[in-house]
């Protein structure tokens, strides 16, 4: 099945801590996103890769790093620096060059203990 | 800034009526538009695109395009409860443009569909 996955589905954060979201694809996409989504609200970027080793910050990529070492995988670190991390976060990915429509993943729910 | 707007809801209709999502957006740049259905606690899924002027039908989903007003709508003809969800619609520049692949998301619309 093609698709994109993510994992954790719920993340658990501890005050100081570093966490990762993980993000794969298997639909050959060049393009992956991150998305934060809080209540209530639409989605906000927060980083986006284009192709293998680059990647663009987004409207909110205080707090986070990304890296895009390989073609499926768009992981997400939620660093200590990002002091309201409690939201949804939302991975997706597009052909990108030709066609710009994103699929997304299932998304994992970051609470902070 | 870019901007999309969607029209404030939460909107409620009976099982059967035509449900109407109204989207307006800032950027004359836009050339691609997206409109995504998320239930509460899911993902978005993709409902529909549309790049040209005019409507666009599928099933009981039709999207429509006014670029000279920047506007952009999807009508849901008789409305299912199961179409109870929040609706998203999303902006793109398209190819050529210095934002090229990224999307804009307007807030959303939490549709209603009561029995």
């Known amino acids: 099945d093609g698709g994109i996955t993510q994992s954790p589905k719920y993340l658990f954060r501890k005050e100081g801590q570093n966490v990762t979201l993980s993000c794969e694809q298997n639909?050959?996409?060049?393009?992956m996103y991150w998305y934060r989504q809080d209540p209530g609200q639409g989605l906000r970027l927060i980083y986006y890769?284009?192709?293998?080793?680059?990647?663009q910050k987004g409207d909110i990529a205080e707090g986070y790093s990304v890296s895009r070492e390989k073609k499926e995988s768009f992981p997400l670190t939620v660093t200590s620096a990002q002091k309201n991390p409690t939201a949804f976060y939302l991975c997706?990915?597009?052909?990108?060059?030709?066609?710009?429509?994103?699929?997304f993943g299932p998304g994992t729910r970051l609470l902070v203990l | 800034q870019k901007e999309v707007e969607q029209n404030s809801g939460p909107l409620s209709v009976p099982e059967g009526a035509i449900a109407s999502l109204n989207c307006t957006y800032s950027?004359?740049?836009?050339?691609?538009f997206f409109w995504y259905r998320q239930y509460s606690g899911k993902s978005p899924e993709l409902i529909m695109s549309?790049?040209?002027?005019g409507d666009k039908e599928d099933g009981r989903f039709t999207a429509q395009l006014n670029k000279a007003s920047q506007y952009v709508s999807l009508l849901i003809r008789d409305s299912q409860p199961s179409d109870s969800a929040t609706y998203l619609c999303?902006?793109?520049?398209?190819?050529?443009?210095?934002?090229?692949?990224?999307?804009?998301f307007g807030q959303g619309t939490i549709l209603t569909v009561h029995p």
């Open positions: 890769s284009q192709i293998v080793n680059d990647f």
């Open positions: 999303a902006a793109g520049a398209n190819a050529g443009g210095t934002s090229y692949g990224k999307l804009t």
């Open positions: 950027d004359r740049v836009s050339q691609s």
């Open positions: 639909l050959n996409h060049d393009a």
């Open positions: 549309i790049y040209s002027n």
């Open positions: 997706a990915s597009s052909a990108g060059r030709i066609q710009e429509t994103q699929y």
